[in-house]
């Protein structure tokens, strides 16, 4: 088990950028509000110590450095009410995708829109369970597999679905895998706090609505069955996040849909975890060389 409860990192005001074990007032569990953090040395996914020097907190930046991250998995079609609002059928199998690496951002980051994903409308949010893989794992039974949990976050996986469902070829990647469209956060919490990631309450608001509001129960394949799954046939390494799906409310099932504009302010949120607010940025074509 890790020696933290509640992973960081941070900005300081010193300047540095460090992993910490944010410190949340008596009540407080949205680490969104951390603004200080006892220091963490050492590899936080082997020997690494909680030690006393407390550090004040200017920004939280996304729970993983670039570097500590080695894949990021997702499924789709995971939670049963999000299935029957697309109308496809309940997969039989979990739906799995990859994003980069580079689509990963922080709690607070805006989320880039480049020129090709502003030609036409299209852009949407799912708010998800991201579970962060703490050790290596290979045919891991169900009934163990919680144990390979480093802890939990919260996440958007941004897509656009133009470029997912029909410029994509079949593939969904393209059209889910831009530059910070997966900002998740806003801390990791030890899976020693959350015994049952499969009955936390997790949202979406869009400039203060609430347009997806569910529970993790609803998914399809738990977090459980879908790490036993993953790990069948394929080594999951430390350092490994797996977005685990979206409930239903995306704004592609909307009618009219709710697609995302320039400016919107998305928040996604999971009970016992925290916030991440984001902002849709569309930015400037570069210049042709």
């Not at 998800?128 to 045919?139: D, F, Q, S, W, Y």
Request: with cysteine.
């Amino acid at each position: 088990m890790p020696a933290f409860s509640r992973l960081v990192r941070f900005l300081a005001k010193d300047g540095r950028t460090y992993y910490g074990d944010a410190i949340l007032p008596q009540g407080v569990s949205d680490l969104a509000k951390t603004t200080q953090a006892r220091v963490i040395k050492g590899d936080i996914f082997g020997k690494h110590d909680v030690t006393d020097q407390v550090a004040d907190v200017r920004l939280l930046l996304a729970p993983l450095a670039r570097e500590d991250v080695k894949t990021v998995r997702c499924l789709g079609l995971n939670y049963e009410q999000h299935a029957k609002e697309t109308g496809m059928p309940l997969p039989k199998y979990p739906v799995l995708f990859y994003k980069p690496v580079t689509s990963l951002g922080g709690p607070f980051d805006n989320v880039p829109v480049p020129a090709m994903a502003q030609e036409v409308e299209g852009l949407d949010y799912e708010c998800e369970l991201v579970a962060v893989i703490g050790k290596e794992a290979r045919e891991v039974p169900e009934s163990k597999a919680l144990e390979y949990v480093l802890g939990y976050a919260v996440g958007d996986d941004i897509s656009h679905r133009e470029w997912q469902l029909k410029r994509g070829g079949g593939q969904w990647a393209l059209g889910k895998g831009f530059d910070g469209w997966a900002p998740y956060g806003p801390g990791i919490v030890s899976s020693s706090l959350i015994k049952d990631p499969n009955n936390l309450r997790i949202s979406t608001k869009v400039n203060g609505k609430t347009l997806q509001d569910n529970s993790t129960k609803d998914m399809i394949f738990g977090v459980a069955k879908t790490i036993s799954f993953l790990s069948q046939g394929t080594t999951l390494l430390p350092g490994d996040l797996i977005f685990t799906g979206t409930p239903q409310g995306v704004a592609a099932a909307r009618k009219p849909p709710t697609w995302l504009k320039d400016g919107d302010i998305v928040e996604v949120a999971l009970e016992g975890v925290g916030t991440c607010i984001n902002k849709v940025e569309h930015i400037k074509s570069r210049p042709k060389l």
